[in-house]
């Protein structure tokens, strides 16, 4: 059972617009998420984190909403570049000592010049 | 740089025979985890460890798979007697629980297993 879900495996902007993408979970213990992003032939990237305590954290282009009653976390790109371009992955932790990182299946973002 | 290493980037061996990864983390980071990626999948949790010990390894995937740190350094996962659906990515990452980002870890490049 998917504890944490990206619903969206792909999404195209054009450059310069916004990017959403979105991810739920269903394990009220996470209490951590973290968004990732990801080229071929590379690991994982860390972008943007928020705690449970916050509802919105910001980091030049990249903002992460958490919606705790939704159970519904989303990540803005504002603007969208071509390099930005990659898979991103949505993850969460039960503690936030940061263990198990529980990953979704990934969205792929294409941005389109 | 002083990044996540793995070694070998790429493997490619025959059913039934052993392999051993190695991770090298950020020196200053005394958290190491595996993970394995499939086609079309996140990174699914497999170990971490604190320092030298070894604090969760009920996921590991079957008792073919292993890990171990000696000293708190490098790490090494070993797969005994390999099979075909063990072909995957195996990724390792690190975090220290004294600096940086609560909670965040830093991935290596993976090392790509394919098993004939």
């Known amino acids: 059972d998917q504890q944490v879900k990206q619903n969206s495996p792909s999404l195209s902007v054009q450059e310069g617009r916004i990017s959403i993408l979105n991810c739920d979970y269903t394990n009220s213990m996470f209490d951590y998420f973290l968004w990732y992003k990801k080229y071929p032939a590379e690991g994982p990237t860390f972008l943007i984190s928020?705690?449970?305590?916050?509802d919105k954290n910001e980091d030049g282009r990249f903002t992460v909403f958490l919606n705790k009653s939704a159970k519904h976390l989303s990540l803005h790109i504002v603007p969208s570049q071509p390099g930005d371009s990659a898979v991103y992955f949505c993850a969460a932790s039960a503690n936030q000592a940061g263990t198990a990182l529980i990953f979704g299946k990934g969205t792929t973002l294409s941005v389109s010049s | 740089d002083t990044g996540v290493s793995q070694n070998p980037r790429h493997k490619i061996t025959k059913r039934g025979q052993n392999v051993t990864f190695r991770c090298d983390p950020i020196?200053?980071?005394?958290?190491l985890y595996w993970y394995r990626q499939t086609l079309g999948q996140g990174p699914e949790f497999l170990t971490y460890?604190?320092?030298?010990?070894?604090?969760?390894k009920s996921r590991l995937l079957s008792d073919r798979f292993s890990a171990e740190r000696p000293k708190g350094s490098f790490s090494t996962l070993e797969i005994q007697r390999t099979e075909q659906g063990d072909s995957a990515m195996y990724l390792c990452a690190s975090s220290s629980i004294t600096s940086g980002r609560y909670g965040e870890q830093f991935f290596g490049p993976g090392t790509r297993l394919t098993v004939l």
């Open positions: 460890f604190q320092n030298e010990a070894q604090l969760e």
């Open positions: 020196s200053e980071h005394n958290r």
């Open positions: 928020i705690s449970s305590i916050k």
